[in-house]
């Protein structure tokens, strides 16, 4: 039996059986005790063997790691902190573990972890952030199919390179030591798709098809950024989750952002306590707090404009130059949802100079229906916007931006036929993740990162 | 109101409004019929607007593709096949559509509606498979949900190549024109990661390695080939799901796959009716007859030996040779699951050359413990084994096929610390909606499909 099941139980049980790895093992002449963890859930399971057990003699030379099975009865525990234990009737090793295994009970540094990904998700740590990770994924989908939303994969492949080609990482099947050439250049007709193809970094422009054909959809699919960036914050690959509405505009968007991220705090709350508890003890002292109050906050909303405004008059000194028409950063973000509203922040209405070319212009002229939703001690944790759904604006801002129109003819198309306002938003599933455990480096919330240099296992 | 919900009425409403896109419009003097639809449901509206109706001379002009809100009553529709219909007070163009719309009401081909993936899905095919796509996709997270397996990201890219590195995807960032070379040759140690890289075949090496740490666990994820098969059968990008469980033998496996299986027939059964009996009348004829079938049917179970007996004593002219040794082709498959046992056939214990490396050889040192899951009018739909979990005699294995053990230090390392039997499966998911909709073309069950020369939108 997995031992969240058996550890919920509300009365002794005789005759049950376990399986799993051995945290800690403590032999002595009369009594042997072995922390058991099946990574069913954070809690382990105290075995008690003493000399009735057939081979107890062989117990002393079970190592850390080792896996077993162990059947007996389950009765009150008097060690403190837990309620069960098991008596131990009988004890098989599965697989044992020498001592040169690398997860010894000591405390491990995260980095040195990170070189063992193959091994830490049986650790506490580590099979605290899955758990949360795979509870998070599957909420994410009962929000949605709750709604009715039409869950859709969009391709990880793309030909189309209009968001930032230098980021993109290229896939191709052509001999690299001999690519096949023509005047001089590149055949990219000759590679496996018969043109240049790299890896997506959003599933957003396939999304707004879809929408304009189920109404509302997300997806839910990995991501790639090809950028040189060392930072805690910055993997190559990742999952992102992007909602597409339509009939909707920006504050139908902000309405769906926040049910969406309270729904997700609030799940986690509820089906992840132990883990978070974890977390909040270890990780990020006031977690629970923080998401507490979350869940149950006010959600404000600010323009850009407004936002500018209260920085100019905060008083602050900033590291970097408060401006209308430059990006906020993070030291911005968070005063402005840690000082002034003292909770989530919607910012809407950025300047269409350093938003994307799709967003939805506003009458101003300066502005796009641009919004991004800021968290305490996080900064930016959902970024979205209502899209131009009016083909002659939308055309015309391509041109303005050097974009050849036809390169996205497809796009263009569902506002040729059809057309209808629609908004939708991008949540990045790690920072997520981050925000919840309060796991600091990307790479700790990633069963195997990819990073720049780094793509073992 | 999405028409779904409002289809399912069991009352007249008076005052609700719907928006959506315009199927097909008929036009009087007197009176306009409009079917809309919202692609949350197969079925569309039908909208009733007479002179009543202020705009009432512009309906005429709204063409087959608009986008429209239209508000109303909706009441007992006397007109056959539907309950209800809307009688129009207001009506609203969203978004018009003029006649070039791709789309007009007439039987289109496959192949043409391919070349208009962005907006097939507004058609009733299209709509109907995307549907079913979706519910199958939640179906999945249900299923391993409620037993606990835990949802693991295994990563897209990858730097280990043992699995065929011939239909890999290089991904890389380095210059093509110019890439850096070390003595003549390509130096890898510059590309982004460090290494030479490619596109994932298989999160199954990676799923095992999660097995050993919370038991049970699945992946559902995108998956590549860069072969260059066009058949309806292939692509180079599909979503698959594998699931991987510990303390597990080949038995054991089988029966996960067939409870899977079984479930998921019987939820498209229960929430995609609608859209399945369409599939029924206008896709395969006897459909909904087939999946009734399967979801009851027995599942039998048969060695490959006993397999390759019955093919010899079967009396039938096969196309492709019958020996022991050689792989089952689909004739001798569709043979075995029609004919012989007249339902799902594992088919287990195949001889060890034709299988991979890491299945667990048996007693007999000819054959592994592998299965394969046959249906009726497909063959096979699920693959899998137990996996080898004695650290020397996968060492042995691999060694026997000149694959370099160090290339795979971590995947040996769980069974060089807490070995345990663990055994797994992939689904192939495209294969599983071909199966359950009748469609016969992988490029009609995904939405932006990619195969040889074809990475369009």
Redesign the interface.
């Known amino acids: 039996m997995?031992l969240?099941k058996l550890l919920a139980a509300e009365a002794p049980q005789q005759n049950v059986e376990v399986?799993?790895?051995?945290r800690t093992l403590r032999a002595s002449k009369e009594v042997c005790f072995i922390e058991l963890n099946?990574?069913?859930c954070f809690a382990s399971l105290q075995l008690v063997a003493d000399r009735t057990v057939d081979n107890f003699a062989e117990l002393a030379h079970i190592?850390t790691?080792?896996?077993i099975?162990a059947s007996g009865n389950l009765v009150d525990s008097p060690a403190k902190g837990q309620r069960w234990e098991l008596h131990v009737s009988e004890l098989t090793v599965?697989?044992?573990?020498?001592p040169?295994?690398p997860l010894q009970k000591k405390r491990h540094t995260f980095e040195y972890l990170r070189s063992i990904a193959?091994?830490r998700?049986?650790s506490n740590t580590f099979?605290a952030v899955?758990?949360l990770?795979?509870a998070l994924?599957?909420a994410v989908?009962q929000f949605f199919?709750q709604r009715?939303f039409?869950?859709?994969?969009?391709?990880?492949?793309?030909?189309?390179d209009c968001e930032g080609a230098g980021e993109l990482?290229?896939?191709?099947?052509?001999d690299?030591?001999n690519?096949p050439k023509n005047n001089g250049?590149?055949d990219w007709q000759k590679d496996?798709?018969?043109?240049r193809?790299g890896?997506t970094v959003s599933g957003q422009l396939?999304g707004e098809?879809?929408a304009?054909?189920?109404?509302d959809i997300y997806t839910f699919?990995?991501t790639?950024r090809?950028e040189?960036s060392n930072t805690s914050r910055h993997a190559?690959?990742f999952?992102m989750i992007e909602p597409e509405i339509?009939?909707a505009n920006l504050a139908d968007d902000c309405q769906l952002a926040e049910d969406f991220l309270r729904y997700l705090v609030k799940y986690a709350l509820e089906h992840c306590a132990e883990d978070l508890q974890f977390f909040n003890d270890r990780i990020e002292k006031g977690l629970l707090d923080k998401l507490t109050a979350l869940a149950d906050a006010t959600f404000s909303t600010m323009t850009y404009t407004e936002a500018i405004e209260q920085l100019k008059n905060s008083g602050q000194n900033f590291e970097f130059p408060v401006e209308w028409g430059l990006d906020l950063q993070s030291e911005h973000e968070r005063y402005l949802c840690e000082q002034v509203v003292n909770g989530p922040l919607f910012v809407t209405d950025y300047p269409k100079e350093i938003k994307a070319f799709y967003m939805r212009a506003n009458e101003d002229g300066k502005t796009v229906a641009a919004m991004d939703l800021l968290v305490p001690r996080v900064g930016e944790i959902i970024g979205g916007s209502q899209r131009e759904?009016r083909l002659d604006v939308l055309t015309a801002r391509m041109e303005e931006l050097d974009m050849a129109p036809e390169s996205l003819d497809?796009?263009l198309?569902?506002?040729?036929?059809?057309?209808?306002?629609h908004a939708g938003f991008g949540l990045g599933f790690e920072r997520l993740i981050m925000y919840l455990s309060g796991m600091e480096n990307i790479r700790d919330v990633?069963?195997?990162p990819?990073t720049?240099?780094?793509?073992?296992?």
Chains 1, 2 share one sequence.
């Open positions: 997995r969240k399986r799993g790895w051995v099946d990574g069913s190592g790691g080792a896996c099975k599965i697989g044992n573990a020498d040169s295994y193959h091994l998700p049986r099979g899955f758990r990770r795979n994924s599957y989908h199919q009715d039409l869950y859709v994969h969009t391709p990880i492949i793309t030909a189309s990482f290229r896939v191709t099947t052509l690299p030591a690519p250049r590149i496996f798709f018969g043109a193809t890896l396939q098809l879809f304009t054909a189920f109404s699919g990995p790639f090809a040189n190559s690959e999952w339509a009939f759904e497809w796009y198309d569902i506002r040729r036929w059809g057309s209808c306002p990633i069963p195997f990819r720049p240099g780094h793509a073992e296992f």
